[in-house]
């Protein structure tokens, strides 16, 4: 285990804080900080026109509410173009990738990280390019781009869930680094940033997983330390529904007319397993107890939110 542990919370600003996000930010950074780590806060708005500054602020603010210290600057990806800029050039330096000009490759960029599951694999039409036919095609519209991948086994053990394998070719395919508007794509962008600051532990939710040994692929590529991961199980309602981001009554917006940001981490931390009762409480006084070993794996419940 590193001497000091980093975690980080990293959330999409494009839309108020969720339920599923406190519990994210909760769990990340309980398990760092009871083991005397450091916490970063970077707001993953390398989609801009997605993620207005407005709702990064709030996002800030909301975190702040509930009670959540970082250590340093908060870290902005749509400020950080140039040093994923410089990653992609060595990937395509050393042949790890092709301009694509699929114009699905568009619509499947635009699928979130949490859409992994579903993603349709990259049949490499444009990788049988000749670079003369990729020219000429570069001049009717920019490509996006690809990295190329090997139909090779990934492993790697999640802090809750145990072994978990993927070949690369076969359930993920080629995937992209850069759309053809010039944004850089998730994968890219959270794997240099979790290294170039340093992470040791990254938590994030389960709806993630898959994206996992992409990521731990490019950090290989590039020469970086893996991080542990922790992917956090789904949150659901009180009657075993899975949580939508388009349920307004669960963000912030709704919640905080109703509740402290104490009775809202309690529900949280009862729901995770770490309080037997729902009751307010503070993230210092979750801090001393906190153990991954007391975290369910199973869908976290939340209680009834009814009045
Ligand atoms: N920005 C992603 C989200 O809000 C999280 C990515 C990560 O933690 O790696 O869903």
């Known amino acids: 285990m590193p001497e000091c542990p980093v975690g980080r919370f990293a959330p999409t600003p494009s839309g108020r ?35 207005p500054r407005s ?10 509410w509930l009670g959540f210290t970082w ?22 330096a050393a042949g790890h990738t092709y301009p694509c000009f699929c114009t699905r490759a568009q619509l499947m960029s ?104 992409r990521q731990l692929y490019l950090q290989r590529l590039l020469g970086y330390a893996s991080p542990g991961y922790v992917h956090i199980p789904l949150l659901v309602d009180a009657q075993g529904r899975r949580l939508a981001k388009r349920d307004r009554d669960l963000d912030l917006t709704a919640l905080a007319r109703r509740f402290s940001p104490e009775e809202i981490l309690g529900m949280l931390a009862f729901s995770a397993g770490l309080i037997p009762e729902v009751r307010p409480v503070t993230l210092e006084q979750l801090i001393p107890e906190f153990a991954w070993a007391n975290c369910r794996r199973e869908d976290l419940r939340l209680p009834s939110l009814e009045p």
């Open 17 to 51: 804080l969720h339920l599923g996000n406190m519990l994210c930010a909760m769990l990340a950074y309980l398990s760092v900080r009871s083991r005397g780590g450091r916490f970063l806060l970077r707001i993953e708005d390398v989609d801009a026109p997605r993620c």
């Open 55 to 64: 709702l990064a602020q709030q996002c800030i603010d909301d975190l702040r």
């Open 71 to 92: 250590d340093g600057e908060v870290l902005y990806q749509s400020e950080r173009t140039e040093i994923y800029h410089a990653a992609l050039d060595r990937l395509t």
């Open 110 to 213: 635009l699928a979130a990280p949490n859409q992994g599951d579903t993603q349709v694999i990259y049949q490499r039409t444009c990788a049988r390019l000749t670079p003369e036919e990729a020219a000429e095609k570069a001049k009717l519209r920019p490509p996006a781009i690809r990295l190329r991948v090997p139909a090779e086994e990934v492993s790697f053990v999640d802090g809750l869930f145990g072994a978990q394998t993927e070949n690369l070719a076969r359930d993920c395919g080629d995937f992209i680094l850069r759309r053809s508007d010039g944004l850089y794509g998730y994968q890219l962008a959270v794997v240099v940033d979790d290294a170039l600051q340093g992470v040791t532990e990254v938590v994030r939710g389960r709806d993630i997983l898959t994206a996992t040994p």
